[in-house]
Nanobody, 120 residues
Framework: VQLQASGGGLVQAGGSLRLSCAASGSIVSTNAMSWYRQAPGKQRELVATFTKGGITKYADSVKGRFTISRDNAKNTVYLQMNSLGPEDTAVYYC???????????????WGQGTKVTVSS
C-alpha cells in the first residue's frame, strides 16, 4: 500500500492550500484517514481525522480554518486549509488505517509528506 500526498507549497499568510492524499495497492477498505504535521524542531502532531463512520476531529489550532474530507471510492483524503499563518508552516503527512489483502488485517500507513510554507 502506498500513500501519495500532494498539494503543498509556498503561500502568503491569509492564503489557502488544498492537500490531497491517495492510497493505492491491495486495499479492501480504509478506516480512519488523517493528516499530521511536523514543524521544524517540533514533534509530529495530529491535525485532523476523518473516521470511516464520518466523524471528523480537529486540533484546536486549526478548528474553523481547516476542513478534512474524503472520497472513499478513490481512497483519497483531502485537507482544505484556509486563513493560513506562519504557524502552519510544517511538513504535512497523511495517514490511513487500511484493511489489506490477503492478510485481511488493518495496518497504518504513512504518506511521504508534503511541505507547506506560509510566509508572513
Amino acid at each position: 500500500v502506498q500513500l501519495q500526498a500532494s498539494g503543498g507549497g509556498l503561500v502568503q499568510a491569509g492564503g489557502s492550500l488544498r492537500l490531497s492524499c491517495a492510497a493505492s495497492g491491495s486495499i479492501v477498505s480504509t478506516n480512519a484517514m488523517s493528516w499530521y504535521r511536523q514543524a521544524p524542531g517540533k514533534q509530529r502532531e495530529l491535525v485532523a481525522t476523518f473516521t470511516k463512520g464520518g466523524i471528523t476531529k480537529y486540533a484546536d489550532s486549526v478548528k474553523g480554518r481547516f476542513t478534512i474530507s474524503r472520497d472513499n471510492a478513490k481512497n483519497t483524503v483531502y485537507l482544505q486549509m484556509n486563513s493560513l499563518g506562519p504557524e502552519d508552516t510544517a511538513v504535512y503527512y497523511c495517514n490511513a488505517e487500511v484493511l489489506i489483502v490477503p492478510s485481511m488485517k488493518i495496518f497504518s500507513f504513512w504518506g511521504q509528506g508534503t511541505k507547506v510554507t506560509v510566509s508572513s
